[in-house]
């Protein structure tokens, strides 16, 4: 760690950011007591070719915080691969001394029911501004987490009045990466190919372990450890006013993005917000041109209308939230841009060219991490500045945009979520999400209902989740289409999730005597009644759990063909029937679900079900709907292997799997191993893996497929993977969008209705309608086929191309018009599911999980 102290001085001054012009021209005594990152770590740190991992990054907050009373480092919880997951927070000594009545009034700020203006003006007056800083999400994106070492030692040791002046009306809240264990992936990766011709290339897998890029879409649904805990630490201990995520886009545009933001805006976010971020926008841009830092841009690519990135959720919550993108380079490897290389392209920079909003073009050369992390410094010392100067006006702007939420809201009105409904665990689900982020959710005083109040600090962002979108018609010029969305378009998680919500207006003898959610408002697990056979609904999502368990432990477990009612309870077709055990009790009490035992034994066919070994494809390029599947399968406890393309062209699968799933991936993925080259472009430059990395399953391991399926196995394709049986298996169904253009079709993550057949096995549990996640050009048209093949329509559009859409934005409705979303077909002895569309989406998809998981089951079941 030791390194000659005065070689290192030089190296790191002469790289040191403008922002050093603040330093005292005296030297002072506790600064040069604590080392720089680049003493402390032993290389000069944003260096080409130099990278600290993780752990490092760690290591030095923690001795920051060993030796300034300026810094406090706190452990948010364990990532997903158990690394430690920390926040920095850094203010003077005093402010930190007093953190919890900092927290305290931005607390009652975030939260002004019953507030008086005096006490307003009093909280605004004695509060801080708590910014949140957060770094490297997407982990190759990996600039911040080096600059955030340098940024707090810089503030930790700066004696300058214009820094402790920032300190003392700021707490600083630094986290150096959203994602640490895929930090520590890039940076292993990174290193390990320096020197080869694979240098700062892509990784063959995920960098997070389950959801890769996607760890930047699970803002609203808060499925993972490191989306959890960060919500935990902003929205039920710091209540941040301002949250700045810092993020890397591609290498040939312009050098940093800032905000203003491109169109279109979320309707429920408050003028106030974008006036506030304009603000912090503007003043990043101002400082980065004053240091001679050409190619800043605004109002581009970056729309702030979906409710699930890091900077977009806070918006919804009265959180003035900012998101940076610096232009990439090769990791921590140089590159360099001839000026024809630059382009735009993009909303707000159609051209390469001086613009009011980019009037300072980069002209190409040399483009380094070291770039990278001199623009973001000056970014975030730009966001500490501005939130000094405007303290009163961000901590009073959230308090106002609060108060707004709350008066769009009605007294006595609520949205109310039934406890007792088809599927109550995920209601229940729903409720202790709302939760979690922060919004008041009550528990009516009879027990019956989850309700949660319109008029409450967040009552917009509830409306938002709980109702449906319309995605705006912004245009950019006369005549032209309205401006395509960034990512999905609809987000209702009643629809999501199968959940029945209602808003009414509530007498207020229904509201009284209603109490805070708390931990053990889930549903009661219980066994009612006795022998011989015990039944479970097949409707709640956590009815496959009970199986998997049961299963597991060897219970024979029948599934009923049909539906059937007794004791007064009417049975679903699929509802699972399982022989007394010690066990049922505790299997109840796990899962929340009700066991009921029968006497005497329905009259109802059955088959039998057996424990399903399934198999999970993963290709080498990273697909995160392998990874979503792979964590959702895990949660729901199947036995569950991933293939690699090694084992695929082996075959002989059938001995080692009884299901195989293809996730979401064209074909030539599967096949090749790397994307088709779109009609009529020539093939675009493919990047190469390191060789054991490369190819995909070839021809032999789609005939290994076919041999699979045909001795008994069950595939099952998961939007578009379907593409590979269809193309090569022979089979009566083809996808009638396969070849539709965008202007003739396009579902862009929209929530439409689809039809389905209860007494299917993959319907089992379903209701006879549901909302379907689509963003992908599929739907299918099945045909007669010969004697040696069934074929069935599981599910469907409606008829009418009027009813399709539920939430979002669509365009061609009429073409999925009585076209089928789902369907099954038997194969020689085995069986393909064909799933046309996101059942699973991001682990969001909740009232369509059934589907896979009836498919999976299908797989160990007799026909
Ligand atoms: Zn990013």
Not at 325 to 346: M, N, Q
Not at 462 to 467: F, K, Q, R, T, Y
Request: glycine content about 8%.
């Amino acid at each position: 760690m030791k390194s000659p102290y005065s070689v290192l001085t030089v190296l790191f001054f002469c790289t040191l950011p403008m922002v050093s012009a603040f330093a005292s021209p005296t030297a002072q005594p506790s600064a040069d007591k604590i080392q720089t990152p680049s003493q402390f770590l032993g290389f000069e740190v944003g260096a080409d070719r130099k990278l600290a991992d993780y752990h490092q990054i760690v290591a030095y907050f923690k001795y920051l915080a060993s030796k300034s009373p300026r810094i406090q480092v706190e452990n948010m919880g364990q990532t997903t691969l158990n690394n430690e997951f920390i926040l920095a927070a850094i203010s003077t000594k005093e402010n930190l001394q007093n953190e919890a009545k900092y927290q305290e009034i931005a607390r009652k700020l975030a939260d002004p029911r019953g507030r008086s203006e005096q006490e307003v003006d009093g909280l605004v007056r004695d509060g801080k501004v708590i910014l949140l800083v957060t770094c490297n999400i997407h982990s190759t994106e990996i600039g911040s987490s080096q600059m955030a070492m340098e940024w707090a030692q810089a503030l930790v040791t700066a004696e300058d009045p214009e820094t402790l002046r920032r300190l003392n009306n700021v707490i600083l809240l630094l986290v150096p990466s959203l994602n640490p264990d895929g930090q520590i992936m890039v940076t292993e990766w990174y290193r390990k190919y320096v020197g080869t011709k694979y240098e700062g290339g892509r990784m063959p897998w995920l960098y997070h372990t389950y959801v890769g890029h996607d760890d930047n879409r699970d803002w609203y649904m808060l499925t993972q450890k490191e989306t959890q805990a960060m919500t935990h630490a902003a929205y039920h201990e710091w209540f941040p006013q301002i949250w700045l995520d810092e993020h890397q886009m591609g290498s040939s545009g312009p050098r940093l993005f800032v905000p203003p933001y491109a169109d279109p805006i979320a309707n429920s976010v408050s003028p106030l917000m974008w006036r506030g971020i304009n603000v912090i926008g503007s003043t990043m841009a101002w400082r980065l041109e004053q240091q001679h830092k050409p190619g800043v841009v605004y109002g581009y690519v970056y729309d702030q209308y979906w409710p699930g990135a890091t900077e977009g959720t806070p918006q919804f919550k009265n959180i003035f939230g900012l998101l940076t993108e610096a232009a990439s380079a090769r990791i921590a490897t140089p590159i360099t841009l001839s000026p024809t290389e630059l382009s735009g392209g993009g909303k707000g920079l159609i051209d390469y060219m001086k613009t009011a909003n980019f009037p300072n073009p980069w002209n190409g050369g040399t483009w380094r991490l070291r770039d990278i992390m001199d623009y973001e410094r000056i970014a975030s010392d730009a966001i500490l500045e501005t939130a000094t100067d405007h303290r009163e006006d961000f901590l009073r702007g959230t308090q106002q945009m609060a108060m707004e939420q709350i008066s769009d809201g009605k007294p006595d009105e609520f949205w109310r979520i039934h406890r007792d409904q088809r599927d109550p665990v995920s209601a229940a689900k729903l409720a202790h999400l709302l939760e979690q982020h922060g919004a008041e959710v009550m528990v009516s005083a009879n027990g019956k209902d989850f309700l949660v109040p319109t008029a409450q600090p967040y009552g917009r962002f509830v409306g938002e989740l709980l109702g449906r979108q319309r995605y705006p018609k912004v245009r950019v010029a006369v005549g032209q289409p309205p401006l395509r969305p960034y990512d999905v378009t609809a987000w209702t998680l009643p629809l999501l999730m199968g959940v029945d919500v209602t808003k009414e207006v509530l007498p207020a003898e229904e509201s009284k005597g209603a109490r805070k959610i708390n931990d053990s408002d889930w549903p009661q697990g219980r066994v009612e009644g006795g022998s011989p056979v015990y039944a479970v609904s097949p409707q709640a999502n956590s009815s496959t759990r009970v199986l998997n368990a049961a299963l597991k432990t060897k219970h024979s477990v029948l599934i009923a063909k049909e539906g059937f009612t007794a004791n007064g309870v009417n049975y679903a077709p699929g509802t699972l029937l399982l022989q007394p055990s010690n066990d049922l009790q505790q299997l109840a009490a796990k899962y929340h679900v009700v066991v009921r035992g029968l006497d005497p034994k329905p009259n109802v066919a059955t088959t039998a079900v057996k424990e399903v070994r399934v198999g999970l494809y993963k290709p080498w390029n990273a697909s995160m709907d392998e990874g979503w599947t792979r964590w959702l399968l895990e949660q729901y406890e199947f036995n569950l292997k991933n293939i690699d393309n090694k084992a695929m062209k082996v075959g002989n699968l059938n001995a080692a799997y009884d299901a195989i799933i293809l996730p979401d991936m064209e074909k030539n993925v599967i096949v090749e191993g790397k994307p088709k080259p779109q009609d009529g472009n020539p093939a675009e430059y493919f990047e190469e893996l390191p060789p054991e990395y490369t190819g995909g399953i070839g021809k032999e391991g789609v005939k290994a497929l076919k041999d699979f399926v045909e001795a008994g196995g069950t595939l099952i394709t998961l939007a578009s993977s379907g593409e590979l049986p269809i193309e090569e298996f022979n089979v009566p169904v083809r996808n009638v969008l396969a070849k539709v253009r965008p202007e003739e079709f396009s579902s862009p993550g929209s929530l439409l209705r689809i039809n389905l057949d209860p007494h299917s096995p993959l319907a089992y549990g379903m209701p006879e309608e549901a909302a379907a996640f689509v963003n992908e050009p599929i739907a299918y048209q099945t045909s007669i086929p010969g004697a040696d093949i069934e074929r069935s329509v599981v599910a469907w559009y409606p008829t009418d191309s009027e009813d399709i859409l539920l939430s979002g934005w669509i365009n061609g409705a009429d073409r999925l018009a009585r076209r089928a979303a789902v369907v099954t077909l038997t194969y020689g002895k085995g069986k393909i599911a064909l799933l046309g569309f996101r059942v699973q989406n991001r682990a969001q998809t909740e009232g369509t999980f059934k589907l896979l998981f009836n498919a999976i089951e299908w797989a160990g079941t007799e026909q």
